[in-house]
């Protein structure tokens, strides 16, 4: 609640009455990921077509995942993240709809950072111990793609929260359950929020 009413707060100090409007949030992901992660490390013409590929992408990834009354919910499905082993699939996708070569991208992208992408918020971690910080707003520039048309939004007749674990009838204890002995990777979560 205290999160939430800051950040409805902050949306309206900036002049954001639009706050279920995503465009500025995924213009300033875009831009973070195109110039500060990559710059200019792959060809002119792969990064024209890549910002507005990435923003496409994330459109549709977000599309029926964006809560701005609830900012927190989809956090984690929100997230990019990218480890040693695996590029976030929606900056893979971006980078071979540009034409980008998988060695180049696995050379020119760092190896670990998460950005997250909530409504009136966008913040990165880079590297596993990395402070986690909010990049500071701008709006989406003039020739930023528009939100696609989406005449029927789909309705799934349950909110997001109401989704519990289901009871065994067993009282086993599932064999993928977390153990202190087992290495987990961390999970996309934020457990904290910057600037709040």
Request: aromatic share 8%; charged share 20%.
């Amino acid at each position: 609640t205290g999160i939430l009413h800051l950040t409805v707060i902050q949306c309206e100090l900036q002049g954001r009455n639009h706050c279920d409007n995503m465009r500025d949030e995924v213009a300033m992901v875009v831009r973070f990921v195109a110039e500060r992660l990559v710059s200019d490390r792959l060809p002119h013409s792969v990064m024209q077509q890549f910002w507005d590929n990435l923003t496409m992408v994330l459109y549709n990834r977000y599309k029926n995942h964006w809560h701005p009354r609830n900012p927190l919910v989809g956090n984690a499905f929100r997230a990019l993240q990218t480890t040693p082993n695996r590029l976030d699939n929606s900056l893979a996708v971006a980078f071979r709809m540009s034409g980008a070569l998988p060695e180049d991208v696995a050379r020119v992208v760092p190896k670990e950072f998460i950005i997250w992408c909530d409504p009136g918020e966008v913040a990165v971690q880079l590297g596993p111990e990395g402070s986690i910080w909010a990049l500071p707003f701008e709006r989406a520039p003039m020739e930023a793609p528009p939100l696609p048309e989406d005449p029927k939004p789909v309705q799934y007749g349950m909110s997001p929260m109401a989704i519990t674990p289901m009871k065994s009838n067993n009282n086993r204890v599932p064999s993928n359950t977390y153990s202190p002995l087992k290495k987990v990777a961390p999970s996309p979560n934020r457990r904290s929020r910057p600037n709040q």
